[in-house]
């Protein structure tokens, strides 16, 4: 795509009431965004084929979470039959666009972390998932490396 049509859908998105966050592709060719979490920032993969956003399980305190069992595994990156709990009603903000009541699952993020420390990135947080995306309609610029979420 051309300099010209990139900027055409910058403009066409951001009149629709889109918003744009920068990503930065890391090292292990994942994209990593910033959020925040009840109010606390932190880094995150940007995952389309996770169908929840996920946290650690060492980001409860961190973002103020609270948290009961949940009866779900969680699979992928991997490993499988992971324990996870839930956290149901966080606020998360990415750039300006803002959502409340945003269920959250927590798991061991060790591998995750592991395998991105081991190729020079820094561990993160989390994962926004596909649940985020589609509640924001979210479109993803790879050319230009932004994430677009309709307000």
Known sequence: MSEKAAKSLKDFLLEKGYT??????TRTNHFEIKATINGIKGLFILDTGASSS???FEAIETFKLKVIDSE?????????DMLTQISKINQVKIGKWKQD?????LFDLTHVN???ISHNSQPV?????ADILKKGKGIIDYE???LYLKM
């Not at 779900?72 to 499988?80: D, Q, R, W, Y």
């Not at 009541?101 to 699952?105: A, D, E, F, H, Q």
């Not at 947080?125 to 998932?129: L, N, P, W």
């Open 20 to 25: 744009r966050t920068k990503l930065k592709l």
């Open 54 to 56: 996920c946290v650690g």
């Open 72 to 80: 779900m595994k969680a699979a992928g990156a991997g490993a499988i």
């Open 101 to 105: 009541k945003v269920p959250l699952i």
């Open 114 to 116: 592991t395998a991105l």
């Open 125 to 129: 947080d989390g994962i926004i998932g």
């Open 144 to 146: 230009t490396k932004y």
